[in-house]
């Protein structure tokens, strides 16, 4: 990040618990809407609900 220290890094590289939270809820939407994407594509697949 351009500082040699590194100090700059060590305080904008860790992860918070909030990232975490926005990762899993955002990854989670998106294995939702493959699910819905797939049931629409073939009713009867497995983990259709069927």
Known sequence: MGH???SV???YSHVTDGM???LHDGLT???GRALA???GLSPRSPGSGE
Request: net charge neutral; glycine share 6%.
């Open 4 to 6: 040699a220290d590194g």
């Open 9 to 11: 890094q060590a305080l």
């Open 20 to 22: 975490i939270r926005d």
């Open 29 to 31: 939407q998106v294995w």
């Open 37 to 39: 994407d797939r049931r």
